[in-house]
């Protein structure tokens, strides 16, 4: 038996020829390498977009308004979301929570104490509490409360410092003093009117609008109204990815507008995923090239051979023992490509965990399940494949 197993094996090894294992070796290997890093990249490319360490929370939430044309100057009523309109946002698969945002049906001035000489008009909005960025205990309000809890946008208070306060040569005023400082609120809707004190607890970086309790914009609304629930103007939602391009396309083909500077990773995200999809389907056509190559090679090994393949048949040997040797020569090859293209991978993902951590964006230094998956899928592929040549070209001989 043992001499029967060294002359096959010369035999075998005399139709292999270098060159071409080496090519057959060679467009396997990147073949194998391409896809890997296209699987790997997506995956890591999912981390940076929604990995908590990566997250930046006030990104999560927009708010949306009509873009105001000149075709609707002057009809507010085109301004506001329907009940279609609001029902189409709430189901769409990139919004995770949905609120209103409740706008003051009355006037409302303030003024400073003292000698600020501070009066100005302006308007409140509110949102739901679960929106809302600043946690303070103080944010609550009941019919009995004279003081109403106000909430700034953190824009508001940059803007008179670095713009009014600088060009008119005023104060700057730090968030603490403005805290400290109590405002007189007046409400009034024609004869009606009614004094509170306005106190602010907290900047918003969500939110650029004067906020108040939903609980006082109720009251308010009930008593200075004018009676009718108006439909809101703006509406804010929370959606896991403000760059999603299914959400940027959907506000645009809507006539919608939000903070642009939240979505404007919308494009590079699709170049991205643009680029990942090439390199995969690269990879993928290479190795379906890279298979049939191995095919080929095979099948000029088992030609090449014919005669003394076909003289051992004659002699006794079955085609299925042919077949089973002929595998044990190639099937080593395989795993061992497969695993130098997961190790290869592993070294890259190790070192791009490390550069990208230098800028603050965090992945995993260890490959993905789902890379080392394919790694097996694939080699579990080419055997199949080159199985089927093997039988194929033994029978045909035999």
């Known amino acids: 038996m043992p001499s029967f197993y060294q002359l096959l094996k010369k035999i075998i090894q005399t139709g292999i020829g270098r ?4 090519m057959a070796t060679a467009g396997l290997g990147i073949a194998m390498i391409l896809l890997l890093i296209a699987i790997q990249a997506h995956s890591d490319f999912d981390q940076l977009l929604y ?9 999560d939430f927009l708010v949306i308004n009509k873009k105001i044309t000149n075709a609707m100057m002057g009809q507010r009523g085109q301004s506001m979301f329907t009940a279609a309109e609001i029902a189409d946002i709430r189901q769409q698969p990139f919004v995770e929570a949905f609120g209103f945002i409740t706008s003051n049906q009355y006037k409302v001035t303030a003024a400073a104490p003292g000698d600020l000489h501070f009066y100005t008009d302006m308007f409140f909005e509110s949102v739901p509490d679960s929106f809302i960025d600043v946690k303070n205990e103080e944010w609550k309000w009941t019919p009995a409360d004279n003081t109403i809890p106000i909430i700034l946008p953190n824009d508001f208070l940059n803007l008179y410092n670095f713009g009014f306060a600088l060009s008119q040569d005023l104060p700057q005023i730090s968030q603490e003093t403005v805290k400290a ?3 007189k ?3 009034s809707q024609g004869l009606l009117t009614q004094e509170f004190t306005g ?3 907290g900047f918003s970086d969500r939110i650029s609008s004067f906020l108040v309790p939903g609980s006082f914009m109720e009251w308010a609304n009930g008593k200075f109204g004018n009676g009718v629930v108006a439909s809101p103007s703006r ?12 959400l940027v396309k959907y506000l645009d083909d809507k006539g919608y507008n939000t903070n642009q500077d939240k979505i404007k990773y919308s494009k590079t995200k699709m170049i991205v995923q643009t680029i990942v999809s090439v390199i995969g389907f690269f990879g993928l056509t290479l190795l379906l090239f890279a298979l049939l190559v191995f095919s080929m090679f095979i099948q000029l090994v088992v030609a090449s051979c014919k005669k003394e393949i076909q003289l051992l048949v004659t002699l006794g040997t079955a085609p299925r023992q042919l077949q089973r040797y002929l595998m044990r020569q190639f099937v080593p090859l395989y795993i061992a490509i497969g695993i130098v293209a997961l190790l290869l991978v592993a070294v890259l993902q190790w070192w791009a965990s490390k550069e990208l951590a230098i800028h603050d964006m965090i992945i995993s230094p260890w490959i993905a399940a789902g890379t ?3 790694t097996v899928i694939m080699i579990v592929l080419v055997y199949v494949v080159n199985r089927i040549n093997v039988r194929e070209s033994i029978n045909e001989i035999s």
């Open 19 to 22: 060159a071409r294992l080496i």
């Open 185 to 187: 609120i007046t409400i």
């Open 51 to 59: 990995n908590q360490q990566n997250a930046n929370e006030s990104a």
């Open 181 to 183: 400082i109590p405002m």
């Open 235 to 246: 509406v804010i939602i929370k959606t896991k990815d403000p760059s999603n391009p299914a």
């Open 372 to 374: 080392g998956i394919a």
């Open 199 to 201: 106190r602010i607890v």
